[in-house]
């Protein structure tokens, strides 16, 4: 089980420490608690996924959905998604090649991440964007 962002709410009415006593006494020594460099990501509550419930952050959430995830800026976007879906193929379509037209053993959650940060960055970056390998 993995904790991300918003440990405000994992208290349920208790304080912290008795909390997380009580999440390591049900899950026993597989239980484990890393706090510290991972902070750093947040730029003091700046990045929209970091930032705790409030004004900031509804201004920041409306801002993403209005103008970055509109309708609109997904279809200005659509050729990006395209060609790196195009490009995904025809990698795999390379890998069937080389391996003389026999089924070929692909590891997909890490070919999906890759499409996916590929998307992403393709988008922010566009034509300065060289893949992720």
Do not use: T
Request: charged fraction near 20%; charge should be positive.
């Amino acid at each position: 089980m993995a904790l991300i962002g918003h440990l405000h709410l994992v208290r349920a009415g208790k304080p912290q420490h008795q909390a997380f006593g009580a999440m390591a006494d049900k899950y026993g020594p597989i239980f484990c608690f890393h706090i510290g460099l991972r902070k750093l990501m947040g730029y003091g509550h700046a990045m929209f996924g970091f930032s705790p419930c409030g004004p900031y952050w509804r201004d920041v959430r409306k801002l993403a959905s209005v103008e970055l995830l509109s309708n609109r800026q997904l279809e200005l976007l659509n050729h990006v998604r395209d060609s790196e879906v195009k490009l995904f193929i025809k990698e795999l379509y390379g890998q069937w090649i080389q391996n003389g037209d026999r089924p070929v053993l692909v590891e997909m959650k890490e070919k999906c991440w890759h499409l996916a940060a590929n998307v992403m960055v393709s988008a922010v970056a566009g034509k300065f964007w060289h893949r992720y390998k």
